[in-house]
């Protein structure tokens, strides 16, 4: 069993445990992409759904992660792998929804009209990462374009572009100013999708609850400047590590079945990361906000805008940003212009990158 093999295995873990943790990281108004007052969640009909969402979970990314070392660590079995704890966390979720729906209307969960409250900014409350550090990317990208201009002489003329997880060399490309600012070319990317997140973070709605508006302000402004600097700094690192890897193989400085492990380990330590900060804070610093929660009282009710528990449809919301329903993060508003616009410049940005190296390898 290879070293990528086991650190396939402990990615996949490491997502099927973040799942599996997601319904308690959730604010206390919040339970499988349904609105209920904080009580509710000690009901003990919803502690067994609880429950029994963590096991599906729990059970099934254990059988995923043993999908590659079955598979030899072959590409179809790490895909297969990877997204199948997230196919089966979202059926575990829809399942879960169904029943606490049900229970809401048979307990009559419901607010009474909609109370919204101001969201608190003022110089106690933390704010996220300005933009202007994403201009990091932009050095780290010159400094790759240097190093690979400087070194041109030396990387082969046919340089290695594409491997297998064993490390044989499945693709190469002819020496040229495209191959050697490859790293360049990716950092330049990835800072453009990391800041366009990190822009979302900035603009995205926040969500203060009615019954601790200053203490839930608090929590949202930690959990979202928490977050911009992991985005930021996961992004640099995992840049940082594929750069580097890239220039050691070319030179022969490291063998290529030694490059995917250590950017996989990089990968794996932000997976981790993550992990522990979702934990600490909660989604939108739920686990903060909820421990000073003095009310039990349910001050809105939007269920009917969250289409299957995760996609915001709301066009009388102008924010186009919003928290997750169910998860850590955010996601756009599906009823607004502007969230489709996000999606489908990102989505042009990824297609014009792949299209562009393509062509430029050739």
């Given amino acids: 069993m290879s070293i990528m093999t086991c650190m396939m295995a402990l990615i996949v873990l490491s997502i099927g445990g973040l799942l599996a943790a997601t319904p308690y990281l959730m604010p206390p108004t919040e339970?499988?992409?349904?609105?209920?007052?904080p009580s509710a969640k000690q009901d003990p009909r919803v502690q067994a759904i609880y429950r029994r969402y963590v096991a599906i979970v729990a059970v099934g990314t254990l059988a995923c992660a043993a999908i590659p070392i079955v598979g030899g660590g072959s590409e179809v079995s790490i895909v297969i792998a990877v997204f199948a704890p997230l196919i089966l966390g979202v059926g575990a979720m829809l399942?879960?929804?169904?029943?606490?729906?049900?229970?809401?209307?048979?307990?009559?969960?419901?607010?009474?009209?909609?109370?919204?409250?101001?969201?608190?900014?003022?110089?106690?409350?933390?704010?996220?990462?300005?933009?202007?550090?994403?201009?990091?990317?932009?050095?780290?990208?010159?400094?790759?374009?240097?190093?690979?201009?400087a070194l041109y002489e030396r990387f082969p003329e046919q340089v290695p572009m594409q491997t297998s997880l064993d490390g044989t060399v499945t693709r190469y490309a002819d020496r040229s100013l495209a191959t050697v600012l490859f790293p360049a070319l990716l950092t330049l990317f990835f800072g453009l999708v990391i800041a366009a997140c990190h822009w979302m973070i900035v603009r995205s709605k926040k969500p203060i609850d009615p019954a601790s508006p200053a203490s839930s302000a608090l929590a949202?402004?930690?959990?979202?400047?928490?977050?911009s600097i992991m985005l930021l700094a996961g992004g640099l690192l995992l840049c940082a590590a594929i750069g580097i890897m890239y220039f050691a193989t070319s030179l022969g400085a490291l063998p290529m079945a030694s490059a995917a492990p250590l950017v996989a380990a990089v990968a794996l330590a932000f997976v981790i990361a993550e992990m522990a900060l979702a934990v600490a804070q909660g989604q939108s610093g739920a686990r903060m906000a909820g421990e000073l929660r003095a009310s039990d009282e349910l001050s809105a009710d939007d269920d009917e805008h969250w289409l299957l528990g995760s996609i915001y449809f709301n066009p009388d919301d102008a924010s186009f940003v919003v928290p997750k329903r169910f998860g850590v993060g955010w996601t756009v508003n599906m009823g607004n212009r502007l969230g489709w616009l996000a999606i489908g410049a990102l989505l042009a940005l990824s297609l014009a990158f792949a299209f562009g190296i393509e062509i430029l390898m050739r």
């Fill in 220 to 227: 949202y402004g930690s959990f979202a400047r928490a977050q």
């Fill in 31 to 37: 339970c499988f992409a349904v609105s209920v007052p």
């Fill in 95 to 149: 399942h879960a929804r169904s029943k606490v729906r049900a229970l809401k209307e048979q307990e009559g969960w419901h607010a009474n009209g909609q109370r919204a409250a101001a969201f608190v900014a003022d110089e106690t409350v933390p704010r996220p990462l300005p933009l202007a550090w994403n201009l990091l990317f932009l050095v780290l990208a010159a400094a790759f374009a240097i190093a690979g201009v």
